[in-house]
């Protein structure tokens, strides 16, 4: 079992940043893909951010050029770093960790941090 807790988020002005952060409790993090969604009132919940065991990071198009994904296996933690916000970013972000295993695969959600961009 693997607990995931997000923290960073907040209300923050157009064109401001935030760093969110997930914290995991997994001692094998490092097997883990990592990801970030976000889900706004009455839209479904999209994949914002996803970063590899390997690092290897894909990002949505609304998002490219604007968050980094980042991890630090040491820490067992994964970030996003948002820059020049938007009111469309507001949404609850959430945190995935995944893994695949012989079974099938194992995934973790944390419980959301809410995000709100306005001036």
């Known amino acids: 079992q693997v607990q995931l807790e997000e923290s960073g988020g907040g209300l923050v002005q157009p064109g401001g940043s935030l760093r969110l952060s997930c914290a995991a409790s997994?001692?094998?993090?490092?097997?883990?893909?990592m990801g970030w969604y976000r889900q706004a009132p009455g839209k479904q919940r999209d994949l914002v951010a996803s970063?590899?065991?390997?690092?290897?990071?894909s990002y949505a198009d609304s998002v490219k050029g604007r968050f980094t994904i980042s991890r630090d296996n040491a820490k067992s933690t994964v970030y996003l770093q948002m820059n020049s916000l938007a009111p469309e970013d507001t949404a609850v972000y959430y945190c995935?960790?995944?893994?695949?295993?012989?079974?099938?695969?194992?995934?973790?959600w944390g419980q959301g941090t809410q995000v709100t961009v306005s001036s």
């Open positions: 970063i590899t065991k390997g690092g290897m990071t």
């Open positions: 995935k960790a995944s893994r695949q295993v012989a079974m099938g695969q194992l995934v973790y």
């Open positions: 997994a001692s094998l993090f490092n097997m883990y893909a």
